[in-house]
């Protein structure tokens, strides 16, 4: 008997081909469609109008007031910079606007910390009632201190002085300076002051080491936000500001109106692009730590 030699089935996992995997069409997402054009047209909005400033300012005056004034420019000339410093005080007027926006920002910088860390860390009786006091003078509009200012100031030869505008401007920025300050105050653990205070340190000292270092980004937070007003603030310098010496930059742009109206305006928007272009670039530089400040806690970073 020979013996029939058989092969063993082959398994079906053997003979089976492997199955690819199924993709599937991903169906499109309406709304982050719809997110994306709201952002283009965002980003459009505002650079749309940089863009179309700094082109100005590089055209000729002959170009910007026979062409379209909205279309590309024919010809490109740096004239416009050289009469810019040369029609007005263009150097010295961004040189006051620094010293009142340094000085102002110092000002909310350390009283806005000291007013927040006492109200929220220290704590004291009634403490959220003054915190309320602060916040009320948010509301409160600039125009109703002009007339009482201009009397105090006149009164005590503040007049036409550095002092008469870092003072109302560091004094209605500080409420919100308050609020930002004392709302990050709240993420800082209670156990990090117990654990300073234990090991000896004082307010004063727990502020130094380890308050004011946890509040960098919400100091460059504030600092960006008052920055932008108070570079741009017109109200203040027009009304305590009486001597060419000490005008600020939006004072100092009206010196492009020439005689009966007639205005410089490539000259002007030279000017313009001269004394936004600091703001710009450290708003660029320093944007995300103001994003940090603002979303941010200690517990963070």
Known sequence: MTAQLTRPAPSPTATAAPRR???RRRRPNIYRSLNGVIIAVIVVVQVYPLAWLFLTSVR???DFTTGNPFALPTSFTLDNYARAFGT???GLNILNSFIVTM???ILIVILGMMAAYAIQVLGFRFSRAVRGLFLIGIIVPVQIALVPLFIDYSSVNLLDTYQSMIIPLAGFALPMSVYLFSSFF???PRETYEAASLDGAGPYRIFGQITFPLSVNTIVTVVLVNSIFIWNDFIFANTFVLSDGLKTIPLGLQNYIGAMGKVDWTATFAAVCVTITPLLLVFLVLNKAMR???ESGATKG
């Open 21 to 23: 995997p199924v993709r």
């Open 60 to 62: 000729t005056e002959h």
């Open 88 to 90: 007005g005080n263009l």
């Open 103 to 105: 000085g102002a920002n």
């Open 186 to 188: 709240e993420y800082i």
């Open 292 to 294: 940090y400040g603002l």
